[in-house]
């Protein structure tokens, strides 16, 4: 457990720049309740400390502590692919004070393949908005005889079932997402499931592994430009600065691949409205701060696009059903 606290110089900061922002927001929730929060706020982070989620939910606390004014508190509680953390943040007293960063591995992947959780992705949790976008890279090992993704694709055709592609496990969204490719372009690959990411890299470069559909990651462009991997395609609203000349799967008119990552907040269900509408206006100014844009370009993510709670409630039961279909089309397991 961490904690997140602001200095006496923060707080003399933020009774001004709160004042603006009631000002310049109009939300209702900003003019009402003022008493929110008036005590330490809780961020679950539904796994272990030092990945990716847990670096968002670090990143977006500290920023938003400053926002509202209050102490946030980490709290990681991992484990089950998020759904430990994810049902104690969903059964907790909805008041505001305890929130969870919601992430498509426990807000998609587990309810798309798991018909027993013990949480409802969507009715047990008051979404509140997005806080990052994360682009997915094709990577391939560089001894394939293919440079593109037409050839790639082709030589799949050529070679069925000899391509094995790598992932961070059964039921993982690169495991769903490779599974899409190979859906949309009518070609076959071997699934080995990797529990540890670094292994799945290690061994696409060794060649163990030919291809690997995985969330952009700050050592991808040092292996690519190092010639130990080939990076093929990018799911990204637009090219990567990071491998400028690999085209958007957009590009390649497959739009329906050209999906990123997100990692979200939440709050439990039944939370007043008016604090839901208060802690989406404080995220947005956060994610306004041109000093959170810099912030998440050196943490090699994207800043999302403004989504309200009820918009990014839609985007979570859309993508629960988009990949419930997937699965059962392609008859997919999670163990």
Partial sequence: MASVFLDQVNRRQFIGTT?????????????QDANFPNKIVTLVVPFPAGGSVDDAGRAIGER???VL???IIIDNKGGAGGAIGSTFAAKAKPDGYTLVVTSQSSHVA?????SNLPYDAVKDFSPITLIERVPFVLLVNPNLPVKTMVEFVAYAKANPGRLNYASSGNGSM???????????YGIFMTHIPYRVAGSALTDLMSGQVQALFNPVQGSHEAFVKQGRLRALAIASPTRLSQFPDTPTFAELNQSELNLTSWTGIAAPAGTPD???????AALR??????????????????????MPPAEYRKEISDRIAFYKKL?????LSAE
């Fill in 19 to 31: 004042a603006s922002l009631a000002s310049a927001i109009s939300l209702p929730g900003y003019a």
């Fill in 64 to 66: 938003l502590s400053k």
């Fill in 69 to 71: 004014g209050q102490t």
């Fill in 110 to 114: 587990n309810p798309a393949f798991l």
């Fill in 174 to 184: 690169p495991h769903l997402n490779m599974e899409l490719l190979k859906s949309q």
């Fill in 274 to 280: 008016v604090i839901i509408q208060k802690l989406y």
């Fill in 285 to 306: 100014a956060v994610l306004e701060d041109p000093a959170t844009a810099n912030a998440w370009r050196q943490r090699g993510v994207m800043l999302p696009e403004a």
């Fill in 327 to 331: 699965i059962k089309a392609k008859n």
